[in-house]
């Protein structure tokens, strides 16, 4: 009966012994033993593990991908302007033995390094940059928060930006750029437009010269479009080379007009100079004759034709 109460006692004693040393190791972990505070070699995989009761201690490491959120952060970029950018890291840990040993703390280790560092990267890049080229700055944060948590034992998967927050100034300033570049496009798209559009109808324009016929017809063709919309108004364009035969006419008109007033001006005073003589000498004188000789007029007519009495006679008309 005593052996049977004391076989009872033993076995009691291990399965109580037996439920203090054994572990559960999950898959996504890793164990580490530490025997009187000393690291045991080897590292414990997932399943079940025995341990020493009092003796050794269980250290279980997880090895997921971590997802480590970085607080937005206040810094002056290279170009002068205010931003607050924040971030997000993710990493796992790929030697368990290091990220105890060597860190107290490895994921708020992680966390400081990526602040320092989001630091750092707004102090060196330009506000483009951090708007347009993140990948590039992603890159340089990601090597910059990889060299210290290499001897953590700790892989860095990924660095992101998330947000880049403005102040309201540089926000207005940026839409009011943005408009302008805008307007600066569409200025430019439509002038080159116009530029084709005139050299289509410059062509348009020789054809057109070369047959006149198709003059009429694009007329006739613009009057049909503008009786189809059922207007009120007719417009009836009124044809350029019309205008122009019109113009050339009356220059023509009037040289010839000026023409025949100079022509009637001489005619009349060649006669108000054949009326000045007398009617014999009128009648010898011939209708374009503008003057006659003194020698081939009698002495009174010859005096009358010549003004102011300045006749001079020859010394063998002389009395």
């Known amino acids: 009966m005593i052996f049977f109460e004391i076989l009872g006692g033993l076995v009691a004693i291990g399965g109580l012994g037996l439920a203090m040393s054994a572990r559960v190791i999950k898959q996504f972990e890793q164990g580490l ?155 430019i798209i439509t002038a080159d437009g116009e530029l084709q559009a005139s050299k289509k109808l410059s062509e348009a324009a020789g054809t057109m010269e070369a047959t006149p016929g198709a003059l009429q017809l694009r007329l006739l063709q613009t009057i049909v479009e503008v009786a189809a919309e059922k207007n009120s108004t007719l417009v009836l364009p009124f044809p350029v080379e019309l205008l122009r035969f019109l113009e050339k006419n009356t220059n023509l008109e009037l040289t010839k007009s000026q023409e025949g007033e100079s022509a009637g001006s001489s005619k009349a005073v060649r006669q108000d100079s054949t009326q000045a003589l007398p009617q014999d000498s009128r009648q010898a004188l011939p209708d374009d004759s503008a003057q006659v000789p003194p020698q081939a007029l009698p002495r009174d007519a010859a005096e009358e034709a010549v003004p102011n009495g300045t006749a001079q006679t020859s010394p063998q008309d002389r009395p």
């Open 33 to 187: 033993v530490f025997r009187f505070g000393k690291l045991q070699q080897g590292v414990r995989g997932p399943g079940l593990t025995m341990l020493i009761p009092g003796v050794d201690q269980l250290r279980k490491v997880n090895l997921q991908i971590v997802t480590l959120p970085v607080p937005a952060q206040d810094g002056i970029t290279r170009d002068n302007v205010t931003v607050r950018v924040d971030a997000v890291v993710y990493f796992k840990v790929q030697d368990a033995a290091k990220a105890v040993i060597n860190v107290e703390d490895y994921r708020f280790a992680m966390l400081q390094v990526a602040q320092t560092s989001l630091r750092s990267i707004i102090g060196k890049s330009e506000l483009d940059d951090l708007l347009s080229n993140r990948e590039h700055l992603n890159q340089g944060l990601e090597l910059m928060i990889d060299t210290p948590a290499l001897a953590w034992g700790i892989d860095i998967d990924r660095v992101e930006i998330k947000d880049v927050a403005l102040p309201e100034s540089m926000k207005r300033s940026m839409s009011r750029q943005a408009e302008a570049e805008r307007e600066r496009r569409a200025r």
